[in-house]
């Protein structure tokens, strides 16, 4: 499985996108794309990476405008965290903990 995006409503003004498997430059655009949207239609989008098991260079350059955009991007401490934090990516850990009914 390369990535698949599930989106989870929390209240009318917020959405979390649930990301499991990879993300890389093959499905970059289409998470951008779809998370760009929900954007511009909520006040609050959360990206939970929790089931991310590795992100490319794609994916970091992605998940870097998504955050510059809004996006809060929630990852358990660990590999990908550690990747992504690198890159200057905002990162909240521990994303396991995230309660969806707080958006």
Known sequence: MVLRITQ????????????????????AALLEQECSELL????EVSLDL?????????GVEVLQRLSRAGAEILCPSGPVASVL???????????????DDRL
Request: charged content about 30%.
């Open 8 to 27: 989870n409503e929390g209240s009318d003004s917020g959405a979390i996108l649930r990301l499991e498997g990879r993300v890389v430059a093959e499905v």
């Open 40 to 43: 511009r239609s909520r006040d």
């Open 50 to 58: 929790a089931g991310v098991s590795f992100v490319d260079l794609a």
């Open 85 to 99: 934090e690198g890159a200057g990516v905002r990162v909240t850990l521990d994303a396991d903990s995230v309660d």
